[in-house]
């Protein structure tokens, strides 16, 4: 008889991240570099392991082959156990055919056997493009108190926003009672942040009785859950307090990252009593020359630094040289800046090279004020001009 | 493979004063994030050397915390991998002294590993030698024994207490020395086949020997084939506080600095899951090295600061070294200074040492 897990997180990976657009070119969003270090995945990895969850399951789909050598055996997050750890699981054929993961909740589906194996009470469900600190273990509590069926994790936005959302409705118990998607008139502003824990049980019947549904989207927001109020089961919210961003745009990913750099930042990388994890490259400690002035940024291991950083993020490997200026900008790993270029509010890719005298800002009159580069470009300065070109 | 490797710590004397209270030599942090046995285990690991025991002696309880499994240096195989070989107290048997009895105590790790060669090595030279290269120059010449060698351009203080090599013309070692102006610093690193060194093993046992190098290997160059290696790159010898500040500083030269870690033989140590270094504003930062996880409201300037380092607003350092997660409070100075782990730095405290023979503040000390 298979030991019997309390709860199994499923985390769902397979995005693809279209509105990060190059940077998730050959990655999948979760993958993607984050805080000088991280990669977005680091978060809800590190929140499994400091709540005392050991079992993960991760749902790939796109552009699997860096998100798959990333996480390996999960040693970087100590989920490499011998009774549960972490698992990959992408999308498979039977012997009655297969088909890629049409939904969130046709992924979860898909892996009933993959979750059975743990014989578990409750399953919680998580995405990989938030960055936040959260200790499921107390969400799972939470759960636990209100016998309830359904718990979906909230946070309150400010009340402009929260068109923006999904938002939930709730009795003062915090009892759900609907749901509203984007709605133009809020009555509440408590917005889901795509967490949920569920009594296995149910979902497993739910889940089988959606996918036998051809009209269903099978997806938990639009199907499985609306379904789940209609039959009148105990639908709770959990509420969240603490930083807490989605980062699947071009803008908010650089903006959270720039959170990061206040003098008290709100997500605090530091806190030594909830760690973040993740695959530490060996690099010798950064070497910051006397010619170099650095302020308000966060700099990584293996860094070379010659020129002027400001207000900015170096990950790891990266160089830069004499007289270069870089502001309010996030160097992606082995990223080489050669001498007297200007960098201002961009994102740069891994591996790239940026030549002498190249000048890297947005021009007036762009759709956008960050400027992207892509990994592995080439970026030059033109003769006598200050406008860069990109191969 | 055709290597294993020694890590012999059995004749390094507890160099550092105050740094080598409670740890070994090779135990002691370095360069930012590293400990000085990394550079030799990296060295040996580069080379494909599987097989790796290390012969420790004393205070050895943070170096085989930092050793563990040997897993940050992919030694933790499930044949071979790597051996911490602490001495056998009472052994009645034992009828030698010095390291030769810590190589008799220890013969199957030699029978067990399937390499043909063993390399052996101490901890304090800083280099990044190649020991495939070593190891052709061995077949190539013929030795018996090959030893390593530095020829250094100007001899330094700590040169003093090395040994020396007199080799002839073809490059064999005619005499090991303790001359003091010999430019030729034995890096006390030597090649041997497993066969020879086991019956050099069993003959100095037999006829009393204690010191493996000295009695089986040194004194007898002229029964045996021992030939000089060469080593050409960067190098720094750690045997005494002063040129532990001194080496480390050398660091801070940024083509010693690109040597020594941006060759293809990268160092290896264990990793800590620190963020990456925050500098706040109104820091001034210059030619120094950062750990992760240090935060920086102060001046840092010429200096080495480990990971987690925390250094207020107003705190100046300058030419020093600062060991993990020290904590440098508002308004406080330091200069010339080496701070070992956890030491608190209150409020407005001036430390100066001198450019020669800098303070050291041992552990976990608050001032």
Known sequence: MNRKKECVAMLLAGGEGKRLELLTKNLAKPAVYFGGKYRIIDFPLSNCTNSGIDTVGVLTQYQPLVLNSYIGIGSAWSLDRKHGGVTVLPPFQAQNGGD???????????????????????????????????????????????????????????????????????????????????????????????????NWELLKSYLIEDAQNPHSS??????????????????????????????????????????????????????????????NPNQPPQYISSRATVSQSL??????????????????GVQIGEGSM?????????????????????????????????????????ERDIVLIGENSRIMAEEDTVQTKVH | MEIMGVINLDNEQDFLNELTYFRCGAAVPFAGRYRLIDFVISNMTHAGMTDIAVFTRKKYRSLMDHLGKGKSWDLDTKYGGLFILPPDWNDPTDISKGDLQHFHNNLDYFYRGKAEYVLVSGSQHICTVDYQEVYEHHLKTGADVTVIYKKVEMLEPEHKHCRKLETS??????????????????????????????????????????????????????????????????????????????????????????????????????????????????????????????????????????????????????????????????????????????????????????????FVIPKQKVI
């Not at chain 1, 509590?141 to 959302?165: C, G, L, M, N, Y």
């Not at chain 2, 963020?275 to 210059?286: H, T």
Request: hydrophobic share 40%; glycine share 6%.
């Open chain 2, 169 to 358: 013309d073809e490059g064999r070692v005619i005499k090991v020395t303790n001359e003091e102006y010999n430019n030729n610093v034995y890096m006390n690193m030597y090649l041997v086949s497993k066969k020879l060194l086991l019956q050099l093993v069993e003959y100095g046992i037999a006829h009393g020997a204690t010191h493996f190098f000295n009695d089986c290997i040194a004194s007898e160059t002229a029964n045996l084939n021992v030939q000089a290696f060469e080593y050409k790159g960067v190098y720094s010898v750690v045997n005494s506080v002063q040129s532990y500040y001194k080496n480390s500083l050398q660091i801070l030269n940024p083509d010693f600095y690109r040597e020594l870690f941006f060759s293809e033989q990268t160092i290896l140590t264990k990793v800590k899951n620190e963020p990456p270094a925050r500098y706040l504003q109104g820091s001034v930062v210059s030619n120094s090295l950062v750990g992760n996880g240090c935060i920086i409201e102060g001046t840092v300037e010429n200096s080495i600061l480990f990971r987690g380092v925390v250094v207020k607003k107003g705190a100046v350092i300058k030419n020093s070294i600062v060991m993990q997660r020290c904590d440098i409070q508002e308004n406080s100075i330091l200069e010339n200074v080496i701070l070992d782990k956890d030491v608190t730095l209150t409020e407005g405290k001036r430390l100066i040492g001198n450019e020669q023979m800098p």
């Open chain 1, 326 to 366: 870089v502001k309010d900008s996030v160097i992606m790993p082995n990223v080489k800046v050669g001498k007297n270029v200007v960098i201002e509010k961009a994102i740069i890719g891994e591996n790239t090279v940026i030549e002498d005298g190249a000048i890297i800002r947005a021009k007036v009159g762009d």
């Open chain 1, 218 to 279: 099978h997806d938990f927001g639009k199907n499985v859950l609306p379904t789940l109020l209609q039959d009148g089961k105990r639908l709770y919210a959990y509420q969240f307090e603490g930083y807490w961003k989605d980062v699947g745009t071009v803008e908010s990913l650089w903006e959270a990252n720039m959170d990061l750099l206040e003098n008290e930042p709100q997500f605090n990388l530091n806190e030594s009593g909830w760690r973040m994890y993740s695959v």
């Open chain 1, 299 to 316: 700099i990584n291991e293996g860094c070379l630094v010659d020129g002027n950083i400001d207000h900015s993020i170096l990950f790891y």
């Open chain 1, 100 to 198: 890629w993961y049409k939904g969130t909740a046709d992924a979860i589906y898909q892996n009933i056997n993959f979750i059975e194996q743990y014989n578990p009470k409750y399953v919680l469900i998580l995405s990989g493009d938030h960055i936040y600190k959260m200790n499921y273990a107390k969400m799972l509590k939470h759960h636990k108190q209100k016998e309830a069926d359904v718990t979906i994790s909230v946070i309150e936005v400010p009340w402009e926003e929260a068109s923006r959302f999904g938002i939930l409705n709730t009795t003062d118990d915090l009892r759900i009672h609907t749901f509203d998607e984007k709605p133009a008139n809020p009555q509440s502003n408590l917005a889901s942040m795509g967490i949920y824990i569920f």
